[in-house]
């Protein structure tokens, strides 16, 4: 399917696990990010990636992983769970042009760390 | 750290009406883009808007800028049900892609 898919959709994992979540776009966009969205703070970046292996922290970084060995795939592992880590994650993908890029948004992975 | 705050957090017309939201940011930037968010579903693109732009319309969207006054409105006219959702501000102050969100406005047009 083409655009930008996220799995698992729902996950409910414990403290101290490692858990990693997918992202994968079609687009071949150069750009790709991670967020977190919590009730109270918006959309926060957590990682981001202007190209294959070239990553780069965003605002809340702490306790997440990021890679980046293919254009079209950029997971996100947290290593060791931690109930603060309960949110829902979006992925998003851009291509920068003409000096502006909008992005385009997967439908989220809802994580409970119990 | 929140670039834009939008105001207001909620917001709760009938259809027919005009909706009018409101976004204030602290940096200057070079554009500020609307997204919106149905409940469960990942962000959707609305509208760009760069900084030496003060005016932009797509279909019923018609989105300000003020630079001046670090602040940009969102007005979605003759409101539908349809457009019931949040409606996020972002910003691009770094000019390399990444955007910063507001908290968002909750919308809701009742039949």
């Known amino acids: 399917d083409a655009g930008i898919t996220q799995s698992p959709r729902y996950k409910i994992t414990e403290t101290g696990r490692q858990v990693t979540l997918m992202c994968h776009q079609t687009w071949s966009h150069s750009y790709m990010f991670w967020y977190r969205q919590d009730l109270g703070h918006g959309l926060r970046l957590i990682y981001y990636?202007?190209?294959?292996?070239?990553?780069d922290k965003g605002e809340v970084p702490d306790g997440y992983v990021v890679s980046r060995s293919k254009t079209e795939n950029f997971p996100l592992t947290l290593e060791s769970a931690t109930r603060s880590q309960t949110s829902v994650y979006f992925c998003a993908s851009s291509e920068f042009l003409a000096g502006v890029a909008e992005q385009f948004f997967g439908p989220g992975t809802r994580l409970t760390v119990l | 750290s929140q670039q834009g705050e939008e105001d207001p957090q909620a917001l709760s017309i009938q259809e027919g009406e005009n909706a009018t939201m409101n976004c204030s940011y602290k940096t200057s930037i070079n554009n500020l883009q609307w997204y919106r968010q149905n409940s469960g579903r990942g962000l959707v693109h609305l509208i760009l808007i760069r900084s030496n732009e003060r005016e932009k319309h797509s279909g019923r969207l018609r989105v300000t800028l003020d630079t001046s006054k670090k602040s940009s409105s969102l007005l979605i006219t003759a409101s539908r049900a349809a457009d019931t959702a949040s409606y996020f501000c972002?910003?691009?102050?770094?000019?390399?892609?990444?955007?910063?969100f507001g908290k968002g406005t909750m919308l809701l047009v009742s039949p």
């Open positions: 972002a910003t691009d102050a770094s000019g390399y892609s990444t955007l910063t």
């Open positions: 990636s202007a190209a294959a292996d070239i990553t």
